[in-house]
């Protein structure tokens, strides 16, 4: 069966550029599974998505005109059902052959399946194919419906009575099989092969589209239409860079707003413009957000990463003469850097030590109180944490920082920009002349903030940033706001997974469990509930996807975690050991003793001992294990306390021949009391030696 290529797309009003990319490749992926799942193409086709500011498009290779003739086999009742003792059709053999379109004359080509009472009839029949124009409606209406629109908007259409409803209203439906239209329609609109190109800048309006496979050519050459998001991007990138290299500078690397800034635009052209040099006395960080968020401009940085006075804008349009375009940017941009230059200027007239008491007036969580309780708080956390690890000397700086950390919230520039909290705070405070680390530690308490962001630059830093994600996740498990699904309306996933890194990357030698208590103690009490138990749980639960994400298996994490590691620095190792213990050729046996040691333990009645006595041992195997540990346990304990979980692991190997010869000759529960109470002891012994590092039990099969 012959195959063409086909081409739909939905020409619409400006779509959200935030959600523009999703959209393109949702609505492609989903009008191509469609058409697999009908059998008009197979999962081989290759698919291509093309999504601008007023267009989404899909071109799907080797689509069929019709699909391949199926068989169908419907099973239609029992035997006993179907035929009377004559064996005739029944009459409601009768009724579900007619409901197939079958009539009477079909019963002699039924089939029989089973035996018995479970023999049923069958009717086989031949299912014509979807033809292209069926499958491509429901294929299209599937697609829209699958699309992610948070909020779809409802529009009249031309004939003013009918609404409908869509993210944007569509204006156009083009459906080309090679260069045929497909009779399709959708949203009030007949396919066909005419589609619109630039607003201001297209060759030819509208655009007769010849075949499938010319529309992106055709979009181009006819319509200055770059179709596909992915080429444009890459376009835009490309006269980024051109623009930037002569100046010896680079623009700023942010892939959200590289997409924004491609979702706005059918044919960018890159454009230099630039701001007065007086305004770079002000933060960088507060020009460049002000010019990627407000105007979503590209800020040029030099070689040291410094903001220069120099930005690019994307333009939609192209005139000869770009003067008016590049002096109509730098017009608007000029009053944005002057609102910033105001609120800095204005900010430092007031320090911030004495916007701390503000935050008493600030809510943070109706019932966790202000934000200045909540800095109380911290301040006690931090303290606790800079006590552990340098004393009482970090502990005041930790307190001197986590008390104004949260100061600029109040001020007027962060009001304007949330995102800079922390950043403002750190200027603020070196304005005020302390110390860096306390400044830089108001900055990088919030870190880190994202999967793979940086880690605070000092230890005084390091203490705050620990204190505050602790506190908030004991508050608000303390409150019952424990995430669900998919649901982590305060982002305590992130703020445990910031304090595992921190541990992890800082090598703090810290309990888990005495910073969760620690962070609950700084509650008033019968704020809280009892959740510590929770809190720990969850931040375990996070430590084990993390380590699985770093390429470890779900067995090897396990048997780590499993055992609630007090110092979470020391995970990495720990995980390191168990999977060279693994390689070695006598650890699945080891494993599975270790099990079997595991249940008999539980399964003991009353307390086991940990103390052997030489002299009840009978058997030559359990003299055997007994002097084998006597030899391993010693070496193995102390490369444990060596921080060599590597070596303590790899010592046990030798204990494989003692432990098979044990379970093969020795019987545990034996009927004498004290023997049995004596090689329970052992065990007791074997099984807290294999696991000091992790529980081994976890490898077994």
Not at 317 to 337: F, K, M, Q, W, Y
Not at 480 to 490: E, L, N, R
Not at 629 to 640: G, N, V, Y
Request: charged fraction near 25%; glycine fraction near 6%.
């Amino acid at each position: 069966m012959s195959a063409q290529n086909l081409l739909v797309e939905l020409f619409v009003e400006e779509l959200p550029p935030k959600a523009l990319k999703k959209l393109g490749e949702t609505f492609a992926a989903a009008l191509a599974e469609s058409l697999i799942a009908q059998g008009l193409t197979d999962a081989t086709s290759a698919v291509t998505h093309f999504a601008s500011p007023r267009r989404l498009g899909a071109h799907v290779a080797g689509v069929f005109a019709c699909a391949a003739d199926k068989a169908v086999s419907t099973k239609l009742m029992p035997v006993s059902v179907a035929l009377d003792a004559n064996g005739k059709a029944t009459p409601a053999l009768l009724k579900r052959l007619a409901a197939l379109g079958a009539d009477e004359s079909a019963v002699e080509k039924l089939r029989r399946e089973g035996e018995g009472k479970n023999e049923a009839l069958f009717h086989d029949s031949i299912a014509p194919g979807t033809t292209l124009a069926d499958g491509l409606q429901r294929a299209l209406e599937a697609a829209m419906a699958k699309l992610p629109i948070p909020k779809v908007m409802a529009y009249q259409l031309e004939d003013g009575w009918s609404s409908v409803n869509f993210v944007r209203p569509v204006h156009g439906l083009v459906a080309l099989h090679g260069a045929d239209v497909v009779p399709i329609s959708v949203l009030g609109l007949e396919a066909g092969r005419m589609t619109q190109g630039h607003r201001f800048e297209a060759r030819v309006s509208p655009v007769m589209l010849t075949n499938a496979d010319c529309y992106a050519l055709q979009m181009e050459s006819e319509g200055a239409v770059i179709a596909s998001f992915a080429e444009r991007r890459a376009e835009i990138v490309r006269q980024l860079q051109a623009a930037a290299e002569p100046l010896g500078l680079k623009p700023i690397e942010d892939d959200a707003l590289l997409d924004e800034v491609t979702a706005l635009v059918e044919r960018p052209n890159v454009l230099l413009g630039k701001f007065e040099e007086a305004f770079l006395e002000v933060p960088q960080e507060c020009l460049i957000l002000t010019m990627k968020a407000n105007q979503k401009y590209f800020p040029l940085l030099d070689v040291a990463g410094k903001l220069t006075n120099r930005f690019l804008i994307v333009s939609n349009i192209s005139p000869d003469d770009t003067a008016a375009v590049i002096g109509g940017n730098e017009r608007v941009v000029r009053p944005r850097l002057a609102d910033a230059k105001f609120f800095f200027d204005q900010d430092r007239k007031k320090a911030l030590d004495s916007r701390v008491l503000g935050l008493a007036k600030v809510v943070y969580h109706n019932k966790l109180g202000t934000q200045g309780e909540r800095v109380t708080r911290v301040q006690a956390v931090a303290r606790a944490i800079g006590e552990k690890l340098g004393g009482e000397a970090l502990a005041l700086q930790a307190d001197q920082a986590a008390l104004l950390a949260k100061a600029d919230l109040l001020t007027d520039m962060v009001g304007e920009f949330p995102e800079l909290q922390g950043i403002m705070g750190r200027y603020y405070a070196q304005h005020d002349g302390l110390a860096d680390d306390i400044a830089f530690a108001i900055e990088d308490h919030y870190k880190p903030r994202f999967a793979g962001d940086e880690l605070p630059r000092n230890a005084v830093g390091v203490c705050v940033a620990l204190a505050d994600k602790l506190e908030t996740l004991a508050g608000l498990f303390g409150i019952g706001q424990i995430p669900t699904g998919d649901k982590d309306p305060f982002a305590l996933r992130r703020h445990a997974l910031g304090i595992l890194r921190i541990l992890i990357d800082k090598s703090l030698p810290l309990s888990l469990f005495e910073l969760i208590n620690v962070a609950f103690a700084a509650f008033p009490q019968g704020m809280l509930s009892e959740a510590h138990a929770d809190a720990e749980t969850f931040v375990f639960d996070r430590l084990s996807g993390m380590m699985r994400e770093q390429g470890y298996t779900a067995n090897e994490v396990d048997a780590v975690i499993s055992m609630r590691p007090v110092q979470i620095m020391l995970v990495p190792r720990q995980l390191n050991a168990v999977r060279a213990f693994a390689a070695l050729s006598e650890s699945e046996s080891l494993a599975a003793a270790n099990k079997r040691v595991g249940n008999i333990l539980k399964k003991a009645e009353g307390e086991v001992g940990t103390v052997v006595a030489p002299d009840r041992l009978v058997e030559a195997a359990e003299k055997a294990l007994f002097n084998a540990l006597a030899e391993i346990a010693p070496a193995a304990d102390a490369a444990f306390e060596a921080g060599d979980y590597t070596g303590s692991l790899q010592k046990l190997a030798a204990l494989k021949a003692p432990v098979d010869a044990f379970f093969d000759t020795v019987m545990v529960n034996a009927d004498d009391p004290a023997l049995k109470a004596n090689r329970l002891a052992l065990l007791n012994q074997l099984h807290r030696t294999m696991n000091r590092v992790a529980d081994l039990s976890r490898l077994a099969a």
